[in-house]
């Protein structure tokens, strides 16, 4: 019999049970439930057809090989190019680097800044892989608040505030998953200029979610403060924007001081990220966006529909969320804690969501829904958990 003694740190490794709750939804599917499933955080939509085409046509043309720790040249540079278009920012290609998704660069920078005796902030409610791995480096995770008051931005003074002289690394994700949540531009001018006085801060601002924002709003990117460009690191990626989840392909801007050991831990843990997916990116930054328009407009409508569905509910009160494809309900008029609701949402009305707490203790009293499901399929979920409730 093997007695294995596995390493301490491992026993801080947390988890998404978002993917907990898609192995619970698929168990119960196979054994005949029908099974909406709003717990999942990816696009219902196929990747477009130019973009495969070019992942396949990238195989045929024979690029089976490793490519450039950071990325191919070409891709990088097309990065850049979207961010210009975007953004209207310009980024040096050599600080882009390539992942396979945007995960690896939030588990590299918590990596890069943390151990123990170092404080690392971020979100809660919010991704739960950040509070996973900040535990994981062995460095203190402080998190700030998002509140349903403030229709989930965070505000510049409370996170300010959480500064001291071991803060390493903050994290900002806007728009937010779980809650939906946009925070406003001068909330963010408020940060950036209150960073000034903590130079020893580095950020990471996730805007994975940069291209789904609704009602006319515009994405701010943290890459339009030039004057925190030496400490930014801007994770985006094609997993949201592209229905790419499965591709893993995601990318990160890096102050050039970090770029050298970023690319040092892309080595030692993946080498690269496969070709043929790198190719399928430069297809789908520098080719038609029509699919990711028509995309984001049919998340708008579901955004609307579920929103007031929601709010028709007893016990539930949904904000309007502004953007990523996610609501937030606040669900304790229904007496049931988070956990409990989505159990029974689950197990009585077959449909799938997360418990708010999956997102942080602070998330308690509040649900995840993802709309990226089929507007039939929401409406048929909304009529089955009216009953339930
Ligand atoms: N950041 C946020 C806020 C996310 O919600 C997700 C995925 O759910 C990611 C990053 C990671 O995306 P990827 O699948 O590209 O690793």
Same mark, same amino acid.
Request: glycine share 10%; proline share 6%; with cysteine.
């Given at each position: 019999?093997?007695?294995?003694? =596995?390493?301490?740190? @491992?026993?801080?490794?947390?988890?998404?049970?978002?993917?907990?709750? @898609?192995?619970?939804?698929?168990?119960?599917?196979?054994?005949?439930?029908?099974?909406?499933?709003?717990?999942?955080?990816?696009?219902?939509?196929?990747?477009?057809?130019?973009?495969?085409?070019?992942?396949?046509?990238?195989?045929?043309?024979?690029?089976?090989?490793?490519?450039?720790?950071?990325?191919?040249?070409?891709?990088?540079?097309?990065?850049?190019?979207?961010? $210009?278009?975007?953004?209207?920012?310009?980024? $040096?290609?050599?600080?882009?680097?390539?992942?396979?998704?945007?995960?690896?660069?939030?588990?590299?920078?918590? @990596?890069? =800044?943390?151990?123990?005796?170092?404080?690392? &902030?971020?979100?809660?409610?919010?991704?739960?892989?950040?509070?996973?791995?900040?535990?994981?480096?062995?460095?203190?995770?402080?998190?700030?608040?998002?509140?349903?008051?403030?229709?989930?931005?965070?505000?510049?003074?409370? +996170?300010?505030?959480?500064?001291?002289?071991?803060?390493?690394? &903050?994290?900002?994700?806007?728009?937010?998953?779980?809650?939906?949540?946009?925070?406003?531009?001068?909330?963010?001018?408020?940060?950036?200029?209150?960073?000034?006085?903590?130079?020893?801060?580095?950020?990471?601002?996730?805007?994975?979610?940069?291209?789904? &924002?609704?009602?006319?709003?515009?994405?701010?990117?943290?890459?339009?403060?030039?004057?925190?460009?030496?400490?930014?690191?801007? &994770?985006?990626?094609?997993?949201?924007?592209?229905?790419?989840?499965?591709?893993?392909?995601?990318?990160?801007?890096?102050?050039?001081?970090?770029?050298?050991?970023?690319?040092?831990?892309?080595?030692?843990? $993946?080498?690269?990220?496969?070709?043929?997916?790198?190719?399928?990116?430069?297809?789908?930054?520098?080719?038609?966006?029509?699919?990711?328009?028509?995309? +984001?407009?049919?998340?708008?409508?579901?955004?609307? +529909?579920?929103?007031?569905?929601?709010?028709?509910?007893?016990?539930?009160?949904?904000?309007?969320?502004?953007?990523?494809?996610? +609501?937030?309900?606040?669900?304790?008029?229904?007496?049931?804690?988070?956990?409990?609701?989505?159990?029974?949402?689950?197990?009585?009305?077959?449909?799938?969501?997360?418990?708010?707490?999956?997102?942080?203790?602070?998330?308690?009293?509040?649900?995840?829904?993802?709309?990226?499901?089929?507007?039939?399929?929401?409406?048929?979920?909304?009529?089955?958990?009216?009953?339930?409730?």
């Amino acid at each position: 019999m093997a007695d294995l003694i =596995f390493a301490r740190s @491992l026993s801080r490794l947390g988890t998404e049970s978002a993917f907990d709750v @898609l192995a619970r939804a698929q168990k119960l599917a196979a054994s005949g439930r029908d099974i909406i499933n709003l717990g999942i955080g990816q696009p219902d939509f196929a990747t477009p057809a130019h973009i495969v085409e070019a992942g396949i046509k990238a195989l045929r043309d024979g690029h089976h090989g490793y490519t450039p720790a950071g990325g191919l040249p070409a891709l990088r540079e097309a990065v850049t190019r979207d961010l $210009h278009r975007r953004h209207g920012v310009e980024v $040096h290609p050599d600080t882009v680097v390539i992942q396979p998704g945007g995960k690896p660069t939030m588990f590299f920078a918590v @990596l890069m =800044f943390g151990e123990p005796g170092a404080e690392i &902030l971020y979100p809660n409610p919010g991704f739960p892989i950040y509070e996973s791995v900040i535990r994981y480096s062995g460095a203190t995770p402080v998190p700030f608040a998002l509140q349903e008051q403030n229709g989930f931005a965070f505000s510049a003074e409370d +996170v300010l505030s959480k500064i001291t002289p071991a803060t390493r690394l &903050l994290i900002i994700n806007s728009p937010a998953n779980p809650t939906g949540g946009v925070t406003p531009k001068e909330e963010i001018d408020r940060l950036v200029a209150g960073l000034g006085a903590h130079p020893h801060v580095a950020l990471m601002s996730d805007e994975i979610y940069s291209n789904m &924002l609704y009602g006319g709003r515009r994405h701010v990117s943290l890459l339009q403060y030039p004057e925190i460009r030496d400490r930014l690191i801007m &994770l985006d990626g094609w997993s949201k924007t592209y229905a790419m989840t499965g591709w893993r392909l995601g990318y990160a801007v890096w102050p050039e001081a970090c770029v050298d050991a970023v690319t040092r831990l892309c080595i030692n843990d $993946h080498s690269c990220v496969n070709a043929a997916t790198q190719f399928a990116g430069i297809a789908a930054l520098d080719g038609p966006q029509d699919a990711v328009r028509e995309m +984001v407009a049919a998340f708008d409508q579901r955004r609307k +529909v579920i929103v007031e569905r929601l709010n028709a509910l007893p016990g539930m009160r949904c904000a309007d969320a502004a953007g990523a494809f996610y +609501v937030f309900p606040n669900i304790e008029g229904t007496g049931m804690s988070a956990r409990q609701a989505q159990d029974r949402l689950l197990d009585e009305a077959g449909v799938a969501t997360v418990a708010g707490t999956s997102f942080g203790a602070w998330g308690e009293g509040y649900l995840r829904f993802s709309y990226a499901n089929s507007l039939e399929k929401i409406e048929e979920a909304m009529a089955r958990i009216a009953e339930v409730l």
